[in-house]
T-cell receptor
Framework: GESVGLHLPTLSVQEGDNSIINCAYSNSASDYFIWYKQESGKGPQFIIDIRSNMDKRQGQRVTVLLNKTVKHLSLQIAATQPGDSAVYFCAENPGGSNYKLTFGKGTLLTVNP | GAGVSQSPRYKVAKRGQDVALRCDPISGHVSLFWYQQALGQGPEFLTYFQNEAQLDKSGLPSDRFFAERPEGSVSTLKIQRTQQEDSAVYLC????????????FGDGTRLSIL
């Protein structure tokens, strides 16, 4: 079935560098996307979302980019900090559905001091 | 607390026992969701409530899984005659607004079936 996937299962960066986490989705009907951060032993924590009528959205130190042409989503984290170390999931609302989120497998981000 | 609260945080049961997992959503949130998360995987949808109505239970793995939200607030996920493959983290999420609003998750219940 159609699903959300991630290009890189792990990403290791130096503290202070910028991080980019990528996500590919296959459902062209998806119209809403969310990035979550999940630390060990905790639930997914909302980071930022974007609707399909937008290409870019910025938050505090984070930016989400949406390329509908190639069905690609990315999360950019500026000045990555050790506290950013976690698993990052992208999730989509696959259109026509009022509620379900389909999650990718996740990317483990490790920030080295 | 302002967030979604789940209890217990950890549950160990013997195969064949029944378990009940509780979720307290964010106050006022109409929508409530249950997800199952296997180790190293993303959460997978189980069921969805709008107020007390269970509008979708298509993700429940079998008829041993049952969820309820009788008063439109607290929800309980029950698993009967547990099996080892039921071992996972069970996450609850709630949402206050419409479909293009984020779901907010609790920290989950880690269920281990021996």
């Amino acid at each position: 079935g159609e699903s959300v996937g991630l290009h890189l299962p792990t990403l290791s960066v130096q503290e202070g560098d910028n991080s980019i986490i990528n996500c590919a989705y296959s459902n062209s009907a998806s119209d809403y996307f969310i990035w979550y951060k999940q630390e060990s032993g905790k639930g997914p924590q909302f980071i930022i979302d974007i609707r399909s009528n937008m290409d870019k959205r910025q938050g505090q130190r984070v930016t989400v980019l949406l390329n509908k042409t190639v069905k690609h989503l990315s999360l950019q984290i500026a000045a990555t900090q050790p506290g950013d170390s976690a698993v990052y999931f992208c999730a989509e609302n696959p259109g026509g559905s009022n509620y379900k989120l389909t999650f990718g497998k996740g990317t483990l981000l490790t920030v080295n001091p | 607390g302002a967030g979604v609260s789940q209890s217990p945080r950890y549950k160990v049961a013997k195969r064949g026992q029944d378990v009940a997992l509780r979720c307290d959503p964010i106050s006022g949130h109409v929508s409530l969701f249950w997800y199952q998360q296997a180790l190293g995987q993303g959460p997978e949808f189980l069921t969805y409530f709008q107020n007390e109505a269970q509008l979708d239970k298509s993700g429940l793995p079998s008829d041993r899984f049952f969820a309820e939200r009788p008063e439109g607030s607290v929800s309980t996920l029950k698993i009967q005659r547990t099996q080892q493959e039921d071992s996972a983290v069970y996450l609850c999420a709630s949402r206050g607004g419409g479909r293009n609003q984020p779901q907010h998750f609790g920290d989950g219940t880690r269920l281990s079936i021996l």
